[in-house]
T-cell receptor, first 113, second 114 residues
């Protein structure tokens, strides 16, 4: 089955800095890679996703890059703000009828004011 | 539009009991998935229902079951609770149109088994 590794487990940055979280996956059939943000006491919230037919996707301060050959994808947050502090999860799956995502273990991002 | 709602939000049970959790998806969403989240195992897929049929199932014992009603609301049931079932149980729904993979999560039900 699919295996997703996520690093780092904790990331501490100063407000205004950039943050990068990396994930690797094992199943070459995976073609859908979402990123979720989970704040304390809440469920995960989809913040950005990418499909294997594109290499990069951007949404304001958030971007995701995908390297299919190396089987890794990364989340980039620029100009971090204290409200970006949360746990971030990556996931990988094969899009289609049988959608069973495999999640990374999560990265706790702490943005210091 | 109202988001995914889950009830109850918190639950305390004892070993051997059974529990039923409820999920109301976003209006118009027909797919509902359930996940278990624990510090040790992370986020793990339990099962997915679409149009009242279980479409996918994760690697969990038969004590975990679910169902979906004609209005897309879903319930999951855990029988003969074990201490290790203590977790946050998350429900996610997917839209009727567009990519089915786009999931919207509810706030979860935190279950504590004593």
């Amino acid at each position: 089955g699919e295996n997703v590794e996520q690093h780092p487990s904790t990331l501490s940055v100063q407000e205004g800095d950039s943050a990068v979280i990396k994930c690797t996956y094992s199943d070459s059939a995976s073609n859908y890679f979402p990123w979720y943000k989970q704040e304390l006491g809440k469920g995960p919230q989809l913040i950005i996703d990418i499909r294997s037919n594109v290499g990069e996707k951007k949404d304001q301060r958030i971007a995701v890059t995908l390297n299919k050959t190396a089987k890794h994808f990364s989340l980039h947050i620029t100009e971090t703000q204290p409200e970006d502090s949360a746990v971030y999860f990556c996931a990988a799956s094969e899009a289609g009828g049988s959608y069973i995502p495999t999640f990374g273990r999560g990265t706790s991002l702490i943005v210091h004011p | 539009k109202a988001g995914v709602t889950q009830t109850p939000r918190y639950l305390i049970k004892t070993r051997g009991q059974q529990v039923t959790l409820s999920c109301s998806p976003i209006s118009g969403h027909r797919s509902v998935s359930w996940y278990q989240q624990t510090p040790g195992q992370g986020l793990q897929f339990l099962f997915e229902y679409f149009s009242e049929t279980q479409r996918n199932k994760g690697n969990f014992p038969g004590r975990f079951s679910g169902r979906q009603f004609s209005n897309s609301r879903s319930e999951m049931n855990v029988s003969t609770l074990e201490l290790g079932d203590s977790a946050l149980y998350l429900c996610a729904s997917s839209p009727m149109t567009g990519p089915q993979e786009t999931q919207y999560f509810g706030p979860g039900t935190r279950l504590l088994v004593l």
